[in-house]
Structure formats: C-alpha cells, structure tokens
C-alpha cells in the first residue's frame, strides 16, 4: 500500500475535491484523491456558474478553457405565469457538468495529480487516521478532506444525517435540444421553471414543483413526461416539450439535512455538498464548493500545513456565509413559488419596477474570495 503519511487524502473526485487537488497541486502540497466511481462522470445535467464560482476558476487557470466551450447568457429573463415581468443583465457561465468535471479533472492530472478510482469509503477512523475503502484497502494520510458529496460518509463523523427534512419541493430536470441565449424564469403559484443554455444547441430545463409528497432524492431515478404534464401548466409543456417528447427526464425530493456545528473534527474537514448540503434555489452549491476548496487549500500552504490553524479559520471564514446562503435559497423558493395574487402583484412590481433581483445576488456573486485570507 502507498504511503500517504504526508499525504491530504481527499475523498471524492467531484467539483469541490478536483479543484481542491488543482490548488494544493500548485502549492506543492502532497494530495491523493478517491473516487467511488471508476471514471469521472457526471449525469447529463448542467449548471450555472455566477461571477464567485468563475473567480476560483480563474485562479485554477480553468476558465478560459471552460468559456470557450461553454455558453455565457446576458439577461436573466423573469415571467409569471406568461407575462414577462424582470430582464436583468448577467454575467454568468452556462454550461453541462461533464465539461466541468472533464475541464478540473484533466487540469489536476496535468499536474501530476492522481485519482485512484473505485475507492469507495466505507469508514474513517479519527482515532487511527484510516480510511477503509469498500475494495479493503486501508490509507492512512496526514489529513483528510471529506468531498463525497450530499450523501457524505465523511459528514457523518460530525452530524447526524438521519433528521432529514423533506423541503416540499421536488426537481425535474432534462437536456433539451434547441437554441436559448438568455437564461429563462418561469413562476407559477405551484411550480418554477429555470431554463438555460449549455451549448449551442442544448439546453438545461430544470422544474422545481411544490409537492407534499416527497419523492427520493436521487439523481438517476428516471420520470415520465406524462407524470411531468400532469405537474405542469399546459402552455409551459408545450414550450418545452413539443419539439423533445422523446428526452429523459429525471425527478427526485430536495431535502434539508441538519445544521452542521463546526466544518471540522480531529483529522478531518468537509468542504463542498459534504459540508454543506444546500438546497438548489439559488444555484450556489458547486460555486460554494468551488469557494470551499480555494480557501482551504490556499489555509493549509499560507499556515504551512498547520491543520489545526486552517481548520479553525476555514470554519470562521465559511460558516456565516454558507448559512447566510442557505436561508436564502429556501426563501427564493417560496419567492418564486407566491400563490395569493397581492403577493404576487407586489413581488412582480419588486421585480419590474426596482433592482431587487441584482441586488438579492450582488452579496453571492462579488464576494472577495480573497477576504479573510489576507493574500
Ligand atoms: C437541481 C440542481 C441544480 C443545481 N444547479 C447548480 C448551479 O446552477 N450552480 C451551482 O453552483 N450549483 C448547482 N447545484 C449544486 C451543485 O451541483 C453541488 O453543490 C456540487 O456538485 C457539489 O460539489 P461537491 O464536490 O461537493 O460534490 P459532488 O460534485 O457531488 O462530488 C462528490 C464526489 O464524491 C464521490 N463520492 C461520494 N461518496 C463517496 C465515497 N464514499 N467514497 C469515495 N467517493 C465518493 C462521488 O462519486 C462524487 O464524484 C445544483 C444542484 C441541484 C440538485
């Protein structure tokens, strides 16, 4: 077995963990990533990357190669029901999640970095400083990251995810083929609709529908376009679906998993889904995950490895913005989902007549990555 004694063992080779291995990489840090997975893979969907994502990407020297393949909307355009009501000026990067994955991953190895893939983490040891992995082999590195995501095994060293709260929401999502340049709201009293270019010639349609039902949450678990229609304003179907009747769509319950304390314990530290679960609302996750990792990374090189010191500033620097987030994003959704028609009229005027809408993300997108760090 390897000697990863000096080694940050990261477990997870997703968004957060790849462009944390990119940063130590720079730095000249030992790292080592496991992926359950056997390959780096995402499920077609895409993702919206606001100005605080494309920041660290910038500083990973990623983006030019993300922008270049990826779509770049200018308005952010807002109906309820069918009347337009809000064209705001953006300026965020659309694109599909394998690209971003592929992009960070091929820019990590070109380091020299290494991910060993089907090491699926059965258990952490805080004692020992283990990690098992299901295929029984046995590291034990000087530090751990737990990046594995919303159903974190790592997290569950520090919290208990049992207490999961279904949030009354449930998410549709497919690939649609066509061509989309702005990034498209749809609001309706019982379902949000976010639609956006990821290619020239495909887009991501994304539904968020209230429902007290809850539905698993799982990303591969497939819906029918009829249980969609059935779910959807008529006109919005048509919209969408005349012309990709034949698309997979996937459908699953969002789910509000208990505060976390501290981002942190003994020999482990959470970044990413794995620290902070959010609810997807605001599109902030994989932007947050992307902040996590620049400044965790750039702690353990500014404190030379000293794990107690960055820990204890990571946590400081990131639990008041990530929980600011998070209540945000759930109130976005009972923004978007208003059903009494004063509320309605009064959130529409918000949005036609003032710049509530920048200036509920001004806060999110032109935060200072570099604040608090003192770099
Ligand atoms: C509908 C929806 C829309 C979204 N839209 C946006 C958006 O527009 N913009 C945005 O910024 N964010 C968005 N997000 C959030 C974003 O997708 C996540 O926050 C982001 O992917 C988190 O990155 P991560 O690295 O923490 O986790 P992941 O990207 O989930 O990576 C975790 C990795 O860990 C691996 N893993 C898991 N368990 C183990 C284990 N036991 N052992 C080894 N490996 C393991 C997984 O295979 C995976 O590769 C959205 C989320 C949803 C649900």
Redesign the pocket.
Known sequence: MKDISKHIAI???????LALGIILKKNNIPCLI????KKISEYGA????SPN?LRVLKDLDVFNNIKTKSCNPRNAIFFSRSNQIANTPINVITTSRDLLHKILYEKYISMDGDVLFN???SDLSLDSKSLNFTNKKIYKPFHTIG???????CRQKISNDEDLIYSGYS?W?SILFGNQKDIIFHLDKNVHIVSYPISENKISF?AVIKKSKALKESWKFKGSLDDLSKELPSKLMQKYFLDNNSSEIFKWGVFIRPKIKDLYIENLTL????AHP?V?FL???????LEDAYIFGNLINLYKNDIIKSQTKYNHIRLKRVRKIHKMSLNQAKFNHLGNPLAIFLRNSLMKYTNIVSLRTRGIWNYDITEGLGI
């Open positions: 477990v997870g080779a997703g968004i957060s963990g496991f992926e359950k997975s895409g993702i919206s990357l994502g090491h699926e983490l990046a594995d995501g919303i159903r974190s095994k998410v999502r994304v970044i990413g889904d794995a959010i997807p599109g902030q996750g994989g932007c947050l995950a």
